[in-house]
């Protein structure tokens, strides 16, 4: 699935600060498993979740909150892009 190619806030502001994603959640009380969900959309942060990385990150819970919510936006409207391009079952079969 391509994705889109703006990168996600949260993951940008850990690399830059040299973090796994595991360092992020073993200080936030979270699995690394969810932290990789989180960057790869495939589950959206909750607030207090922004608000923990906001902090750990240095960064504006506000920006990181509203850059996250763009970024998940984007994420949602390329993967409805996506199903809407898909030939649905039935369709483009060969005809007898």
């Known amino acids: 699935m391509a994705q889109p190619t703006q990168t996600n806030p949260i993951r940008r502001a850990r690399e830059v600060r040299g973090l796994s994603q595991t360092d992020l959640a073993l200080k936030l009380g979270l699995r690394q498993a969810m932290i990789e969900q989180i960057e ?20 504006s819970f506000f920006r990181l909150s509203q850059e996250y919510g763009n970024w998940w936006t984007a994420q949602q409207q390329a993967r409805a892009g996506q199903q809407r391009r898909k030939p649905g079952k039935g369709r483009g079969g060969r005809q007898s």
């Not at 607030?47 to 750990?56: E, I, V």
């Open 40 to 59: 790869s959309g495939g589950s959206r942060a909750k607030m207090s979740h922004l608000d923990g990385l906001a902090s750990l990150l240095g960064v």
